[in-house]
């Protein structure tokens, strides 16, 4: 999806959620929780403040936003909900999957606007996509359902394929989900799956850009 319309999207989930609470108050305070690093929220939080822009929302007018950025290191998302609920932030937008379990775990009553999440379903986020109840709105992506496809495309480009490596950046929601479809397909058609998950990403950097 594009990234600017993926964060248009999720902008306007967020003024669905709090839109009565909007009108009210003069200033909101947005929290944005990423398992991710803060490379990565700056190259795209420009179409999320874009998206409230456009929903007329101007940032550091009626509201403002606290960032939190794991920088893979996932056990470090508890503390980091926590300090954004401490500043009383009235949503959290999370990117990724291990951010929008984090804080659902943390709290039931602040939304949750989940943005660039895997199965919400499957993690027991939400009850449905098409009810998902509680605090937990947003966007859900479909990886796993693909990732037989991309094996079976894969042995048909080369068809003496036998051993194939997958990388994964960290061990909670998708990862595991896609990694299970890839070792289903992978048995199916001969061929063996060798998974290399890291919890830190720049493992799959070059030294030189280390």
């Not at 500043?87 to 943005?115: F, N, Q, W």
């Not at 894969?154 to 595991?176: H, I, N, Q």
Request: glycine letters at 10%; zero cysteines; a neutral charge.
């Amino acid at each position: 999806m594009n990234p600017k319309l993926f964060w248009l999207i999720t902008a306007f989930l967020f003024t669905s959620v709090h839109s009565a609470q909007a009108q009210q108050a003069k200033t909101i305070r947005i929290g944005f929780l990423t398992g991710g690093t803060s490379s990565t929220v700056n190259t795209n939080i420009e179409p999320f403040r874009q998206g409230l822009r456009d929903l007329g929302y101007i940032e550091g007018k009626n509201f403002t936003i606290e960032y939190r950025a794991a920088e893979g290191k996932f056990e470090q998302m508890p503390k980091l909900v926590a300090e954004l609920i401490g500043l009383g932030v009235s949503v959290i937008v999370t990117s990724g999957m291990p951010a929008v379990i984090a804080a659902k775990k943390a709290t039931s009553t602040i939304p949750i606007v989940a943005a660039n999440a895997d199965n919400l379903v499957d993690a027991g986020v939400v009850t449905s996509l098409a009810h998902p109840g509680g605090n937990v709105t947003g966007l859900s992506r479909v990886d796993a359902d693909f990732s037989a496809k991309r094996l079976e495309l894969l042995k048909e480009t080369v068809p003496k394929v036998s051993r194939v490596a997958v990388l994964s950046y960290g061990s909670m929601g998708g990862d595991e989900e896609e990694l299970r479809e890839i070792q289903t397909a992978g048995r199916k058609l001969g061929i063996e799956i060798q998974p290399f998950p890291t919890p830190d990403p720049t493992q799959f950097l070059p030294p030189s850009m280390k």
